[in-house]
């Protein structure tokens, strides 16, 4: 395969290098090309279809700056309320190609603990308000749901895997 052109509509290099793992673990050969682009959406989706909005919006935006890719991604990481009135987290990623191809996917939910609840529900954003989950408690499984909800890593890798997969595959699916 030769070696494609990917636009991205972020500069956040937390999202570009999970989007590097998982090029380089699915053997696609690239060049990434992030633009900074808003998103159309509020800074903190709650909703899973406002998500996935902005997803589409930053894929968009960036197949539309970046002239010569061969497709362009959006990452966008939300909530949204499941039963009883409390939040999950998740990740839609949308890619569109130069023929105008589109698919979005959508990551894993994962239900918040009380902990981060109470700040969705205030209406305070969460990305402040991270320190001191696992000060309460400091043993491993603290530490780990502190670490996939402040960097979000398992959601974004999942979202890209499915839809580079579904992509690259596109005949079987």
């Known amino acids: 395969m030769k070696k494609l052109t990917i636009a991205v509509g972020t500069t956040s290099l937390q999202k570009i290098s999970y989007l590097k793992e998982v090029l380089k673990e699915l053997e696609i050969k690239s060049s990434i090309k992030s633009i900074d682009v808003k998103s159309g959406v509020s800074e903190q989706p709650i909703t899973s279809s406002e998500t996935k909005k902005g997803s589409i919006n930053r894929a968009k935006k960036a197949l539309k700056e970046i002239k010569d ?12 309320k499941y039963s009883k009135d409390k939040y999950e ?6 890619l569109i190609d130069d023929s105008g191809y589109q698919i ?70």
């Open 69 to 80: 890719s061969y497709f362009s991604l959006g990452i966008e990481v939300g909530y949204h």
């Open 104 to 173: 979005s996917g959508q990551s894993h939910k994962f239900l918040l603990p009380e902990y981060h609840q109470k700040f969705l529900h205030s209406g305070k954003y969460l990305g402040d308000n991270l320190d001191g989950y696992s000060k309460k408690n400091k043993n491993f499984v603290d530490v780990y749901i502190e670490d996939m909800i402040r960097h979000r890593k398992p959601f974004i890798v999942g979202a890209l895997k499915d839809i580079l997969v579904r992509y690259f595959k596109k005949e079987d699916f």
């Open 89 to 94: 987290i998740f990740c839609w990623v949308t």
